[in-house]
């Protein structure tokens, strides 16, 4: 792709607004609000982190198997565009089937098959950038792309969010389809890619099996730090203020084990012996998934912290105004850091979002009103858009070009495998806190957002700048 062409930045970019308007509508405001129809009060966040546990296993399992595919089709309109477009249209059926649901385990099932649709287009979509982009504008494309994924909140709050308050889900389920079906066409009629002649000479049987043990493994990790804490919670006993204190620090411990952990060895069941030869890949998606594990805590729980804790009337349109501060800030952000990383390099943005994170989420803990909250989340929202422009422009950098759907599949482990950390072991612990003493849970999990954030720093000196390298040396 020619620098010329500005507007191939755009298209190209256009399905991850359509990906973005499904879970930002699904995971903050959607599946909570029905899930808490089918299920009792005091264990919503339980069912709730289940239902979004299990779904993100099933994006962390489809999703590198689909740029997998990709990455081998020699389909005549390319690699990535027929993966994208059936992904799509599938997702947009599934929402419909969302709307009939009739009970928690129904809504599970429906979930779960829209988790793999969405991730048959997510996973062939995230190898765009690598195949038509050039190296050094790639900043500014991963920019783009992150203002495409930030955008949606702004659109979710007017839209969804007020449908939602009002009843009207099977219109806001429309909306949702519409944008996902109506991106992905115009990126399918715009996008050129040129077909494969033969496909490359990839080993697909291994690296397939190699995706199913990467799931089974980080589904045991996560599932094995879950069970230790609530068998932990189980066995503590005494003043509540002690039981709230001495469960958050293990809920921390929990999390980053299940992180670290979890990205260890799955990386290296899901990739292979090539990874030995790329150990800064392994860091980048540590980093990667430090910081969304946060973020997914705060947008996972921000409904039902809205509703319990705020006690704000109209809760679904309070969250979506809140989603429309952080977005607008995440959008500012995500525009101006782009060409930034392009220009400065990666890892001080990098440290720079996860500071600005971690303070807005201690902020958002001392909160007690809408007004502070909406101006702490803004900030963690500033945060948020440059880590997604650089994050994602720094990892463009450290995967192989013939393999980049492979490898930026596995790194969903960074994005299915934050969801899924989040939900599975910050569910449990809300209710659990909760129990002990009112909105103690939501504190609790916060908390372990803002050290996830200042930990997502302290990995950087692991992951060389390649690109300033890489540049230095011409």
């Not at 060409?339 to 890892?347: E, T, W, Y």
């Not at 101006?375 to 650089?390: E, I, K, P």
Request: hydrophobic share 55%; aromatic share 8%.
């Amino acid at each position: 792709m020619r620098r010329t062409r500005w507007y191939h930045y755009i298209t190209l970019n256009l399905p991850w607004f359509g990906l973005t308007m499904v879970s930002g509508s699904m995971t903050p405001l959607i599946l909570p609000f029905l899930v808490q129809q089918f299920v009792p009060a005091a264990s919503k966040n339980s069912f709730y982190g289940d239902l979004r546990f299990y779904g993100l296993m099933v994006a962390l399992l489809v999703q590198p198997v689909a740029g997998l595919l990709s990455d081998r089709s020699t389909s005549r309109w390319g690699r990535r565009r027929p993966f994208i477009l059936v992904g799509a249209l599938l997702a947009a059926l599934l929402l419909g089937g969302i709307g009939l649901a009739a009970g928690y385990w129904p809504l599970f099932a429906l979930s779960l098959l829209l988790q793999a649709a969405a991730n048959v287009t997510h996973g062939a979509l995230q190898g765009v950038i690598p195949d038509l982009v050039p190296h050094q504008w790639r900043g500014t494309a991963s920019g783009i792309k992150a203002l495409m994924e930030v955008l949606p909140l702004v659109v979710i709050a007017l839209t969804v969010a007020r449908l939602l308050d009002t009843g009207r889900l099977w219109t806001a389920l429309l909306v949702i389809g519409g944008a996902l079906l109506s991106a992905v066409l115009v990126m399918v009629a715009t996008t050129r890619e040129e077909p494969l002649p033969a496909p490359p000479n990839l080993p697909i049987k291994e690296s397939v099996l190699r995706v199913g043990a990467l799931a089974i493994a980080f589904l045991l990790i996560v599932r094995g730090f879950r069970a230790a804490l609530l068998w932990l919670g189980s066995q503590v006993a005494g003043d509540p203020e002690a039981v709230v204190l001495a469960m958050g620090g293990a809920g921390l411990l929990a999390t980053v084990g299940a992180i670290v952990l979890g990205v260890w060895y799955s990386v290296r069941m899901g990739i292979g012996p090539a990874i030995r030869k790329r150990p800064a890949f392994t860091w980048w998606v540590v980093n990667r998934l430090l910081f969304l594990a946060a973020i997914g805590i705060i947008q996972g729980f921000s409904l039902y912290y809205v509703q319990d804790v705020l006690e704000a009337p109209n809760a679904a349109s309070v969250t979506g105004q809140l989603m429309t501060m952080v977005g607008l800030c995440t959008v500012v952000s995500a525009v101006v850091s782009g060409p930034l990383a392009d220009l400065l390099g990666r890892k001080a943005l990098l440290a720079a979002a996860g500071a600005l994170a971690a303070l807005g989420t201690v902020a958002l803990l001392a909160s007690s009103t809408l007004p502070m909250v909406y101006l702490s989340s803004s900030v963690v929202g500033l945060g948020a858009g440059t880590f997604m422009a650089t994050n994602w422009a720094l990892g463009t950098d450290l995967v192989p070009v013939a393999e980049s759907g492979r490898f930026l599949g596995v790194s969903n482990l960074a994005g299915a495998g934050a969801g899924s950390v989040a939900a599975g072991i910050g569910g449990p612990l809300a209710d659990l806190l909760n129990a002990q003493r009112a909105d103690a849970g939501y504190l609790a999990v916060f908390g372990i957002a803002a050290a996830c954030f200042l930990l997502s720093i302290l990995v950087l000196p692991r992951i060389p700048e390649s690109y300033k390298l890489s540049v230095s040396a011409k």
